[in-house]
């Protein structure tokens, strides 16, 4: 089907659909709510052009998102789109929106703690932050591992209710 | 030298070095001490491995005549690889390997911080993405470093032996050739003398509350950045090109 301009949905739309895609690694949140699309526009051929960009660079998940991001256009009938990636600036969990914190949190997974702004946040710190798990809300927790089952994540657990937890890094 | 060429090597060294340090890391997957450290290994392997996609990815626009990332992992030899000499070195047992992965990680993180501040914008933006996930791989690295130091008498001893073997495989970060002279003078690269007291100082701190002793200067091993490498560089690409040398363009 081609879209003429007049029929096309409206790039509020488009977002609206996006923010069903789930991420493949964390489905509880959605490719928007992680702040992984940055923009979504139709250019003047009247193709639509989604703009993405990488969490972490040798994510496996990448390539997965870009494919289903075109799969939930071209499932609503828009057949000319293209996935354009975007490297800078470089994504950060700040990008993170605040429905995207609490499904995290719902899901088992602490939210990043700070904002890391740029990466000097990152490269001064050097204490393991308290995080609260994300079950009962107790600040007695302890770093199990710095990185979990995917690089984004940490592992830890909780010194109260005991439980094993993932913490999402500010990155 | 061109801007082209030297920017060209300077790009492959930067790809080689986290390449090279991946598949290294790789070997370690589905037999590593504990299953967080297995992760733990995995993921920084993976971290390393998408820097390096992006590096040789832009050493092959740069280049241009028609090789991308692929090809130049999986098809150049030996002698045209031009990561450090430490990348390269056999994982031996996980003190080994967490001594050398300190050293890297404590220049990458700084090597990254200059390159994101590069009058390339590709480099800059390369970096910049790069250099997060490289401090989180600082951070891992020490505080194994001093966990096993400052542990039990046979970790102590294992941890100071890594530190003390691996040391003159460390001199090279911080030599400049013309290739480093090249991209300096050009703005794109940074003097690699220029990070060796912050180097320093860092690997000493940790050493200090790993209560091991930071080792005295001496011979320092050289060549990897110029494609003179130690003999263990050939059987680990064996491994990682064999299949596109059995079966040329096999795809996923």
Same mark, same amino acid.
């Given at each position: 089907m081609d879209v003429t301009a007049a029929a096309r949905p409206s790039v509020d739309e488009i977002r609206g659909w996006l923010?069903?895609?789930?991420?493949?690694?964390?489905?509880?949140?959605s490719v928007v709510d992680l702040g992984i699309v940055r923009d979504v526009q139709w250019d003047a051929s009247g193709e639509l052009v989604v703009t993405v960009t990488p969490?972490?660079?040798?994510?496996?998940a990448t390539e997965l998102i870009a494919a289903e991001i075109a799969r939930a256009i071209r499932g609503r009938g828009v057949e000319r789109v293209r996935l354009d990636t975007r490297l800078s600036p470089a994504w950060t969990?700040?990008?993170?929106s605040d429905r995207g914190r609490e499904k995290l949190s719902a899901y088992g997974i602490a939210p990043p703690?700070?904002?890391?702004?740029?990466?000097s946040a990152i490269l001064r710190r050097r204490a393991p932050e308290t995080v609260a798990c994300?079950?009962?809300?107790?600040?007695r927790t302890s770093l199990t591992?710095?990185?979990?089952?995917?690089?984004c994540k940490a592992l830890y657990r909780c010194d109260d209710c005991l439980e094993p937890f993932d913490y999402f890094k500010p990155h | 030298m061109g801007r082209d060429d030297a920017l060209f090597q300077y790009c492959l060294r930067l790809g080689d070095n986290a390449l090279v340090l991946a598949q290294r890391l790789g070997?370690?997957?589905?037999?590593?001490?504990?299953i967080e450290e297995d992760l733990a290994t995995a993921n920084t392997a993976l971290d390393l491995i998408g820097q390096a996609r992006m590096w040789l990815a832009y050493a092959g626009e740069i280049e241009g005549? %028609?090789?991308?990332e692929d090809e130049l992992a999986f098809l150049r030899d030996v002698s045209d690889f031009r990561n450090v000499l430490l990348v390269e070195q056999?994982?031996?047992n996980f003190a080994d390997t967490i001594a050398r992965q300190f050293y890297f990680d404590a220049w990458n993180v700084r090597a990254l911080d200059a390159l994101s501040?590069?009058?390339?914008p590709r480099v800059a933006e390369i970096a910049a993405k790069s250099v997060k996930e490289a401090a989180y791989h600082l951070e891992r690295s020490a505080d194994w470093v001093v966990r096993l130091g400052d542990g039990t008498e046979e970790s102590r001893a294992k941890m100071q032996a890594a530190i003390d073997d691996l040391?003159?495989?460390?001199?090279e970060f911080f030599e400049a050739d013309d290739i480093d002279r090249a991209v300096t003078e050009s703005g794109i %690269?940074?003097?690699?003398?220029?990070?060796h007291a912050p180097w320093l100082e860092e690997v000493k701190r940790v050493l200090d509350d790993a209560t091991l002793s930071t080792p005295a200067p001496g011979y320092m091993q050289r060549g990897g950045k110029q494609?003179?490498?130690?003999?263990?560089l050939g059987y680990l690409l064996a491994e990682m090109q064999f299949l596109q040398r059995a079966y040329p363009g096999a795809q996923w």
């Amino acid at each position: 089907m081609d879209v003429t301009a007049a029929a096309r949905p409206s790039v509020d739309e488009i977002r609206g659909w996006l923010a069903e895609v789930p991420d493949p690694e964390i489905p509880a949140v959605s490719v928007v709510d992680l702040g992984i699309v940055r923009d979504v526009q139709w250019d003047a051929s009247g193709e639509l052009v989604v703009t993405v960009t990488p969490t972490y660079s040798g994510c496996p998940a990448t390539e997965l998102i870009a494919a289903e991001i075109a799969r939930a256009i071209r499932g609503r009938g828009v057949e000319r789109v293209r996935l354009d990636t975007r490297l800078s600036p470089a994504w950060t969990t700040d990008w993170i929106s605040d429905r995207g914190r609490e499904k995290l949190s719902a899901y088992g997974i602490a939210p990043p703690g700070y904002k890391v702004v740029d990466a000097s946040a990152i490269l001064r710190r050097r204490a393991p932050e308290t995080v609260a798990c994300p079950r009962c809300g107790s600040q007695r927790t302890s770093l199990t591992s710095r990185f979990g089952s995917t690089p984004c994540k940490a592992l830890y657990r909780c010194d109260d209710c005991l439980e094993p937890f993932d913490y999402f890094k500010p990155h | 030298m061109g801007r082209d060429d030297a920017l060209f090597q300077y790009c492959l060294r930067l790809g080689d070095n986290a390449l090279v340090l991946a598949q290294r890391l790789g070997e370690w997957t589905g037999k590593a001490p504990i299953i967080e450290e297995d992760l733990a290994t995995a993921n920084t392997a993976l971290d390393l491995i998408g820097q390096a996609r992006m590096w040789l990815a832009y050493a092959g626009e740069i280049e241009g005549s %028609g090789r991308g990332e692929d090809e130049l992992a999986f098809l150049r030899d030996v002698s045209d690889f031009r990561n450090v000499l430490l990348v390269e070195q056999a994982n031996g047992n996980f003190a080994d390997t967490i001594a050398r992965q300190f050293y890297f990680d404590a220049w990458n993180v700084r090597a990254l911080d200059a390159l994101s501040r590069s009058r390339d914008p590709r480099v800059a933006e390369i970096a910049a993405k790069s250099v997060k996930e490289a401090a989180y791989h600082l951070e891992r690295s020490a505080d194994w470093v001093v966990r096993l130091g400052d542990g039990t008498e046979e970790s102590r001893a294992k941890m100071q032996a890594a530190i003390d073997d691996l040391w003159m495989y460390t001199g090279e970060f911080f030599e400049a050739d013309d290739i480093d002279r090249a991209v300096t003078e050009s703005g794109i %690269g940074f003097d690699p003398a220029a990070l060796h007291a912050p180097w320093l100082e860092e690997v000493k701190r940790v050493l200090d509350d790993a209560t091991l002793s930071t080792p005295a200067p001496g011979y320092m091993q050289r060549g990897g950045k110029q494609g003179v490498h130690t003999e263990k560089l050939g059987y680990l690409l064996a491994e990682m090109q064999f299949l596109q040398r059995a079966y040329p363009g096999a795809q996923w």
